[in-house]
């Protein structure tokens, strides 16, 4: 069913030079086109979609709207001026300050690596110090590469603290004097309110800037971030999947008393930071997740597929869990080889599902569409127990220690210690 994509897998593998097994052939197809809840691959077979483009989808594919008002800008407009600021982008930034009224100023960038990378010049330049200290996934650069041992740069700049809140303490005092801040993604599956405010008391008690990387979360739980669910109050934040839904757009968002002058002292402008699509199409996708409460609508059918798959899992005899967010969630099975079967049998039943990332529904699964997807599912399941993959029932349902750490190491190299799971044997 994929003889295209496999015949253009080998011709691309040759010469492309960034291909990872976890990301790009991660799936066995070359998508091709998208439209609400489902996309299709160049063979042309069909799937519902639930990595809506690892996050940078929340209405659904090709939302008309959003598309029609990024037509008008490129037939009638224009894209990219000799000026780096424009009418609407103006509005843009107006319109995120009234979405995180807790913060006062904004910088645009193209990427979530582009605004995390400005958030900690902006910190240094606020500060006059050197020292970050980083937990969790913020993007492709040199620095940011820290959290994974394989990929990982020499830098004494970039500390990571591996969400242990003892050592950000320790960190904080072999370093006094030298930090300019602390960024951190909220992994809001792995760690909870308590984590997060006690977090922020640390960095707020030692004077040091408070970066939130909301770049995932920033639209997902509700309008103005997690940051507004747990009640955080960072000093800059950081967005982008979602924020335009698929353009590309990311911003910087922050405090006068952080961002003001530090953004007079550095250079952050390019060319296309000031490009009209992903501004218009952000201005689109905001007054739409406003208008409808986006994020709430969403949570509905999210809660409603999650209990669903979970209750499939249990029929099954499948020692896995979802969590705990099902706004954002990730599936984690004990036995982490079925769950890659898994989610390769049910992309030939038609079903995307993400294995090792996050997982997440958009504006455009309905109940109808959310209740295809868990026959197509069932169907996945029975294919896997015929097949002998599926072992027999142990009875046991919840994760083990050893999968989980498994799990939070690979994907954000997290601290077992202070998860919600750190009761787990």
């Not at 060319?271 to 201005?283: D, K, P, R």
């Not at 997982?359 to 294919?383: C, F, P, Q, W, Y």
Request: aromatic fraction near 12%; glycine fraction near 8%.
């Amino acid at each position: 069913m994929f003889e295209k994509s496999q015949e253009l897998f080998r011709k691309s593998l040759s010469f492309i030079g960034d291909a990872r097994d976890d990301l790009d052939t991660a799936y066995p197809f070359f998508i091709s086109k998208g439209k609400g809840a489902y996309v299709w691959d160049i063979d042309g077979n069909e799937y519902i979609d639930f990595t809506n483009a690892n996050g940078g989808i929340v209405l659904g594919y090709c939302n008309e709207d959003v598309d029609n008002a990024v037509i008008d800008q490129i037939k009638n407009y224009g894209n990219v001026f000799a000026t780096q600021y424009s009418k609407k982008k103006v509005e843009l930034a107006s319109t995120l300050l009234e979405v995180f009224p807790n913060l006062e100023r904004v910088v645009l960038f193209k990427t979530g690596s582009d605004a995390t990378d400005a958030a900690i010049r902006i910190a240094r330049m606020a500060t006059g110090k050197d020292i970050i200290l980083t937990s969790g996934y913020h993007g492709w650069h040199d620095w940011q590469l820290n959290m994974f041992e394989r990929f990982r740069f020499s830098d004494e700049r970039h500390i990571n603290f591996r969400y242990d809140l003892d050592l950000l303490r320790n960190q904080i005092e072999k370093y006094k004097g030298q930090i300019a801040g602390v960024i951190v993604t909220p992994e809001y599956n792995y760690y909870d309110d308590a984590f997060f405010i006690e977090l922020q008391k640390i960095v707020k008690d030692n004077n040091l800037v408070f970066i939130l990387d909301e770049v995932a979360s920033g639209f997902r739980f509700c309008l103005g971030g997690l940051q507004k669910k747990i009640g955080l109050d960072p000093d800059i934040t950081c967005l982008g999947k979602g924020l335009a839904n698929g353009y590309s757009i990311a911003a910087v968002v922050g405090k006068n008393s952080v961002m003001k002058e530090a953004c007079l002292k550095t250079h952050m402008w390019s060319t296309y930071n000031s490009e009209l699509v992903g501004i218009v199409a952000s201005q689109k996708t905001l007054e739409i997740m406003k208008k409808y409460n986006v994020p709430a609508l969403i949570e509905e059918q999210s809660k409603y597929f999650a209990e669903k798959l979970k209750s499939l899992f249990n029929e099954f005899g499948i020692t896995g869990e979802l969590f705990t967010h099902p706004n954002i969630f990730h599936i984690v099975f004990e036995d982490d080889e079925l769950l890659g079967k898994f989610v390769l049998e049910c992309a030939k039943k038609g079903v995307l599902l993400s294995k090792d990332y996050e997982n997440m529904l958009s504006l455009g699964h309905t109940r109808e569409i959310v209740d295809n997807a868990l026959s197509k599912i069932h169907s996945a399941l029975e294919a896997l127990k015929t097949n002998g993959d599926i072992k027999e029932d142990s009875g046991k349902r919840t994760l083990s220690r050893q999968a989980l750490e498994a799990r939070m190491t690979e994907e954000f190299d997290g601290n077992f210690e202070y998860s919600i799971f750190k009761d787990r044997k």
